[in-house]
């Protein structure tokens, strides 16, 4: 069975644009989780989707957004880029997002704002 | 807001021994507690998940415990080994609807 899969791997981009992260999660999982690890804030939750639906959301600026397709892929969106969302974004995934399931991480995507 | 912290920050040990890795959290009103271990440039890997009724949990040289009404856990690792080098995070499973809160990690270094 294939691991989640986070696309692409690395990003450089300039303040001011826009980028856009792909998340395709384990098989059968339909629960996908977006969090954005830094060296000073460490891991902080962004937000999660369920069935297409945002169920919860973290403490993130509009600027940061997402949605989730039919087949449960999950892509993140960052507009109007800082230097502060410099970071590498994790998604995961499990198969309904109830309280006490694992979580199964992808490898992220490092994102580099200049 | 629930706070995670975890003690000590970095560790270095010499292959064989036998060590404990601590986690603390502000709000006993939790679901759950897990651990993952990261190695460097990577994902998370969820190693043990204690449900809040649950006292501990081990799988192989790992075992975790909680203490919920003191607000904390500890991982014990066992016959420590170089390839458990990584840095292991503690996370809280909470009442609200915000996903999972993490400590800062514990930068662990086994020494051959």
């Known amino acids: 069975k294939a691991g989640v899969t986070q696309t692409p791997r690395y990003l450089i981009k300039t303040r001011g644009q826009q980028v856009t992260l792909s998340c395709s999660p384990i098989s059968g999982h339909r629960s996908v989780s977006w969090y954005q690890q830094t060296p000073g804030q460490g891991l902080q939750f962004l937000f999660e989707y369920f069935s297409e639906t945002q169920r919860n959301k973290g403490n993130f600026p509009g600027r940061f957004s997402g949605r989730q397709f039919s087949n449960s892929r999950s892509e993140m969106n960052v507009s109007t880029l800082e230097l502060g969302d410099s970071a590498l974004y994790l998604c995961?995934?499990?198969?309904?997002?109830?309280?006490?399931?694992?979580?199964?991480f992808g490898s992220g995507t490092q994102l580099s704002v200049l | 807001k629930q706070e995670v912290t975890q003690i000590p920050a970095a560790l270095s040990v010499p292959e064989g021994e036998n060590l404990v890795l601590n986690c603390s959290f502000t709000d006993s009103a939790i679901y759950n507690l897990q651990w993952f271990r990261q190695d460097p440039g990577k994902g998370l890997t969820s190693l043990l998940l204690?449900?809040?009724?649950?006292r501990e949990q081990t799988s192989g040289r790992l075992n975790a415990s909680l203490d919920k009404s003191s607000g904390r856990s500890t991982l014990y690792i066992a016959a420590s080994q170089p390839g458990d080098s990584a840095t292991y995070l503690c996370a809280v499973k909470g009442g609200g609807a915000d996903g999972l809160t993490f400590g800062k990690g514990t930068h662990l270094i086994i020494q051959p």
């Open positions: 995961a995934s499990s198969p309904e997002g109830g309280a006490n399931e694992k979580l199964f």
């Open positions: 204690i449900q809040s009724s649950q």
